[in-house]
């Protein structure tokens, strides 16, 4: 049970994070306030899987609605000393086919850095969010880990699909993805400061996976971006007003944890809320709660709305010169156990390299510690340049 | 000081719509389930997962409703979350239009003691009701069939000048509303917030305002804006109390209103953008459409009705209930006349419902069925008696008029012979009533009349029947 909060089937060949609802499993999202809360039906994703002959071997861990750096703050799951991500590391054991994980704010991106696996966050609108615990609706996709690109591709192609049920999913003319395009003459360019701020272990995969795509002949250049930065405070703010608006719904009034001690409806919620929510989660609500306040709405909220457009401009120029972006997806190629109170600066902070995609909606694919991130709908774009690194290692 | 006082009223009023199902899941409507909780899906829960999907009726309806009141109809039009705790609001969120509100600038005319008066709209927006609260012995319950339930919210400018004006314009949306489909408004499915606050007659600027919140009886508001408008005159005439802007609520009992909270406390409902519902556009083809399916605007209707020689009784009958009067009109698409037609339904089905307990909105007649009595009427088949014979049986058991008529032999021509033949059978073997008659008593003549018409079952015209055999009794 290291990995699973429920295991389900020691067959099945999906696993999924349990921000996603499994009908009739326990989905808690790593948190205690949804404690035994069993949902009446399935995520759409997990129900085109399984109308396909795939099955769910279980729910994997998450930190508390995945708003950690990998899924080191669960509720339910063992404290380690070095942090992995549950869903990332059954791929990465070969236990599972590929698993299912929702990207809010990194943390699958980054748990399949740390596992050595890929993990590929999908445009925003392509894959239904119907049964997704929801923090941060404008920006949270459900991605697929996989060990290498021919199972994302596979699962991706059987998860993404319109869905009336969710009133942000697209219409697109195709959802067929590949992963062998032709990239001879694909151009990709480096963000110069953002690999500066990794670690040497990261940069010299950088380095590697970088030799192998010129070696492929695609062209690679470093250029200078200041939209990371931007876009990351954009997103935190924009993430954390959502996420304290998604999650004010678990009282303690319906489902979930409710406080043992109440002399009234006020002591109801806020002891159910109290002992239901995790420091970092209460940061989130905090610092949410703050920047969508009458005074400060206009210089925090609607700002980032706007900045939300400015970087979304400012990728579309880059892109229009590069088939993709490429960029470290962690500062460090390892990450040590470390206290709670400070996990709010430190995601925020970690977020610099994954935030861009959130914020805007375009796909990242985490291929370990490298990021690939392209125009919206250019998956295939991103599989086929990790392919090309894949196949030297065969 | 003898100074004349004006008082200057806002009304934001809540209608539920009349929709088949919820404004974001598909969970029957405005149709009160029986039972709480009846009427609930894991959408209009608030349980995580679930995703709001917009209601395409409720934004027709929202801008019909702008339409009849003037209003510019927004292209685009998004909506936004309301944050605040209450256990009947189960996403802690309440889904509404705050930046881009459906409908803007719209202008409603009212006749008054005092003349025509124009009241203009600020906005309409579209929101999600909230559930319930019931309380009991030590707990309390919370039923959600209520949330959810879609709601347009009219926003008016300060216009009103007094509690008469406001109930005029309540009792014009009531009637616009209901004959326009766009609501039954039924009890609590109209509720009001009232701004009030007064100022001396000429000045321009306004006064410290107050917000009387939640009332659902046109009786109560009218009662209420009395009390508050004469509270604020008290407080600056006399300086009985410093007048402070706050919400208030109206209590029905004593007739007065009690301060909830100043703007002080004033919560902070932390409104933005909602991201699960995408920006709705109302694109010219959508306007024309919604425009076309407009019901006319409730003035053109009953000036058509009082053309056609309805009276203004039955109109107001007919304008307060969008049943029957969608009956009546496609009665007379049918063919048939309409002062006719508004007899059968206000006079006959009405007396037929009543003697079963019921009411209008019990009636099930469809307009084919009753245009098929009212034609073999006016084709002279049967006689207007016949007919409603029909038609009883047709409202108490849904039988089909024609075939109804032929199974109960009411379509037999009956000549003048035949009625004839039996009037003087009637004669023959009633010689003691004949005799009463004679002898001065005129009710025996009643008495052969129903033995006729018993012989007759009905089948020929009561008038000639009676003519008939009067004239024979009287030549005998």
Redesign the interface.
């Known amino acids: 049970m290291k990995y699973y909060v429920t295991q389900l089937n020691d067959k099945g060949n999906i696993a999924v994070d349990d921000t996603?609802?499994v009908k009739g499993a326990v989905?808690s999202?790593g948190s205690r306030i949804?404690d035994g809360?069993k949902?009446?039906?399935s995520?759409e994703a997990v129900e085109r899987l399984e109308s396909k002959g795939y099955s769910v071997s279980g729910k994997t861990h998450v930190g508390e609605f995945g708003l950690d750096l990998v899924g080191e703050f669960s509720y339910y799951s063992e404290k380690e000393d070095e942090l992995k991500g549950a869903a990332a590391e059954l791929v990465a054991n070969g236990d599972v086919k590929a698993a299912l994980g929702v990207d809010i704010n990194g943390a699958p991106r980054r748990a399949a850095a740390m596992s050595g696996v890929k993990f590929l966050k999908t445009t925003y609108g392509t894959v239904s969010?119907?049964?997704?615990?929801?923090t941060a609706?404008?920006g949270e996709t459900v991605g697929v880990y996989g060990k290498d690109t021919d199972s994302i591709k596979e699962v991706v192609s059987v998860i993404a699909g319109h869905d009336?049920?969710?009133?942000?999913s697209l219409r697109h003319d195709s959802y067929e993805y590949k992963n062998d395009l032709d990239i001879t003459s694909m151009k990709v360019c480096i963000i110069k400061d953002l690999v500066n701020k990794a670690d040497d272990a990261v940069k010299a995969e950088i380095n590697a996976f970088v030799d192998s795509l010129k070696a492929d002949g695609v062209t690679v250049d470093e250029i200078d971006c200041n939209l990371f930065e931007i876009a990351n405070t954009a997103w935190q703010i924009l993430m954390t007003?959502?996420t304290c608006?998604n999650v004010?719904?678990?009282?303690g009034?319906?489902?979930g944890h409710r406080a043992k001690e109440y002399r009234n409806?006020d002591e109801l919620?806020v002891n159910s809320r109290t002992e239901g929510f995790n420091f970092l989660t209460k940061a989130v609500i905090l610092y949410g709660?703050d920047v969508?306040?009458?005074n400060r709405?206009k210089d925090c909220?609607d700002k980032s709305?706007r900045v939300r457009r400015v970087v979304a401009e400012g990728i579309e120029k880059i892109l229009a010169d590069y088939d993709a972006i490429l960029t470290p997806v962690c500062s460090s190629a390892k990450y040590e156990a470390y206290d709670i109170n400070e996990a709010f600066v430190k995601v925020f902070d970690e977020s610099v390299f994954t935030a861009t995609a959130n914020l805007t909606g375009i796909p990242a694919l985490a291929c370990g510690k490298v990021q690939l991130i392209g125009k919206a709908f250019a998956e295939s774009t991103l599989l086929s340049l990790a392919k090309s690194v894949e196949r030297k290692g065969e | 000081m003898n100074m004349k006082y004006e008082i200057v009223i806002g009304l934001e009023t809540h209608v539920e719509l009349n929709t088949n199902s919820k404004i974001f899941c598909s969970c029957g409507g405005h149709s009160s389930p029986k039972e709480p909780n009846d009427c609930v899906c894991p959408a209009c829960s608030g349980m995580p997962g679930m995703l709001p999907v917009m209601n395409k009726r409720v934004v027709e309806l929202a801008v019909t409703a702008g339409l009849m009141l003037n209003c510019n109809i927004n292209k685009y039009t998004t909506f936004d979350k309301k944050n605040y705790y209450y256990p009947d609001l189960p996403c802690a969120y309440q889904i509404t239009q705050l930046n881009h509100p459906i409908c803007t600038d719209g202008c409603v005319t009212l006749k008054t003691s005092e003349g025509a008066r124009d009241i203009r709209i600020k906005q309409i927006h579209m929101e999600e009701d909230a559930g319930k609260l019931v309380h009991g012995g030590n707990s309390s319950f919370v039923d959600f069939n209520r949330t959810s339930v879609p709601l347009i919210e009219i926003v008016t400018q300060p216009d009103f000048r007094s509690a008469e004006e406001v109930v005029t314009y309540l009792n014009k949306l009531k009637s616009m509303f209901i004959s326009g489909g766009i609501s039954e408004c039924e009890e609590g499915a109209m509720r009001c917030d009232v701004n009030i606050s007064v100022r001396p007659e000429g000045s321009e600027e306004f006064g410290v305002r107050t917000e009387i919140k939640n009332m659902a009886s046109f009786e109560a508001i009218e009662r209420a804006i009395k009390y508050e408008s004469q509270r604020h005159i008290d407080a600056i005439e006399f300086e009985t109390e410093e007048l402070v802007q706050e919400t208030r609520r109206f209590d029905d009992v004593s007739g007065k209103t009690f301060a909830m909270r100043n703007k002080e406390t004033e919560a902070d409902y932390r409104y933005f953008p909602d991201a699960n519902l995408m920006p709705i556009i109302i694109d010219d083809e959508w306007l024309e459409e919604i425009k076309a399916a407009k019901p006319e605007a409730i003035d053109e209707k009953a000036e058509q009705y009082r053309l056609a020689g309805i009276s203004d009784k039955e109109i107001d009958m007919l304008m307060s209930n969008h049943k029957i009067s969608s009956l009546l009109d496609d009665t007379i698409a049918l063919g048939c006349n309409a002062k006719d037609t508004a007899a059968w339904i206000l006079t006959d089905c009405a007396g037929i419902l009543r003697k079963d307990g019921k009411t209008f909105n019990d009636l099930a007649v469809t307009a084919e069925k009753l245009a098929a009595i009212i034609k073999m009427v006016d084709e002279g088949k049967i006689n207007r008696n016949i007919g409603k014979k029909i038609l009883i049986a047709v409202v108490e058991s849904d039988v089909d008029p024609i075939a109804y008529c032929k199974e109960n032999g009411f379509d037999k021509k009956v000549d003048a012979s035949a009625v004839e033949s039996v009037i003087d059978g009637v004669i023959a073997n009633n010689p003691q009533a004949i005799a009463d008659y004679k002898a001065g008593k005129t009710k025996a003549l009643m008495a052969l009349f129903g033995a006729c018409m018993k012989e007759l079952k009905g089948a020929a015209d009561p008038a000639v029947i009676k003519e008939l055999l009067e004239n024979k009794v009287k030549s005998l």
């Open positions: 996603l609802l989905t999202a949804l809360f949902p009446l039906f995520a969010r119907y049964g997704v615990i929801s609706a404008s009336d049920k969710d009133g942000t007003a959502e608006n004010s719904r678990y009282d009034v319906k489902y409806i919620y709660s969508l306040s009458k709405y909220y709305l």
